[in-house]
């Protein structure tokens, strides 16, 4: 089965710094991969998807940009943050059209 | 457009059954996925209807009607631990197969 990693677990960033979440995956291959971004309380917000090596689609215009150099890696960037891009980030995976697997997040805040 | 809605919050007493009803609106309907997410955690997977009729795993079940457009995810024997927000999702083959989210619900146990 999948084992997404994701790191750091919190993060707190001053406003105008880069950032770089990073997202791996195990036991599988040519997954789909996700960034999340979930605000306190709230649902899901789906920020960049990518079905392969170097295929990123961008759900929502941003101040983050998303990577993925290689099959199980996924790059969450931004190179100026803002207040706005405070909250809990998800990455998942998905082999099938059924389920996806979340990693254990990273909590953003930004001051 | 693509919606789902669910109840935001539900009370329930430990012990007790309850029921969390899911409708949506997609294009390209495949399945209802529903997660579970506990305080401070990341979304687990509960359970995935792709056909109508109720899917059960130990103390949850999950419920689909294609026609009604309409789910439910029921839990028995509420137990203390239940206590957390629960979303459900749908597969949508007209945006190549990603989950579109609901806002979750928030289930409260009281003893």
């Known amino acids: 089965s999948q084992t997404i990693h994701q790191w750091p677990a919190t993060l707190v960033q001053p406003v105008g710094s880069p950032l770089s979440l990073e997202c791996t995956v195990e036991?599988?291959?040519?997954?789909?991969l996700y960034w999340y971004r979930q605000a306190a309380g709230r649902g899901l917000q789906l920020l960049f998807y990518?079905?392969?090596?170097?295929?990123i689609s961008s759900e929502v215009p941003q101040n983050l940009s998303a990577s993925r150099p290689q099959d199980r890696q996924f790059i969450l960037s931004s190179k100026k943050l803002l207040l706005s891009d405070s909250g809990f980030y998800l990455c998942?995976?998905?082999?099938?059209?059924?389920?996806?697997?979340f990693g254990p997040g990273t909590r953003l805040t930004v001051l | 457009g693509q919606s789902l809605e669910q109840p935001s919050e539900v009370t329930a007493v430990e012990g007790a059954i309850v029921q969390i009803n899911c409708t949506y609106q997609?294009?390209?309907?495949?399945?209802l996925s529903w997660y579970q997410q506990h305080d401070g955690g990341a979304p687990t997977f509960l359970s995935y209807?792709?056909l109508d009729g109720l899917e059960e795993t130990g103390r949850f079940s999950s419920f689909l009607s294609r026609s009604d457009s309409y789910g439910y995810l029921l839990l028995q024997e509420l137990q203390m631990k239940d206590s957390a927000s629960y979303f459900c999702?749908?597969?949508?083959?007209?945006?190549?197969?990603?989950?579109?989210w609901g806002a979750g619900t928030k289930l409260i146990i009281k003893p």
């Open positions: 998942a995976c998905s082999v099938g059209a059924d389920t996806q697997y």
């Open positions: 036991g599988t291959s040519n997954p789909n």
């Open positions: 990518s079905v392969g090596i170097g295929q």
């Open positions: 997609t294009s390209g309907f495949y399945g």
């Open positions: 209807n792709a």
């Open positions: 999702a749908v597969s949508d083959m007209d945006s190549n197969y990603q989950l579109i």
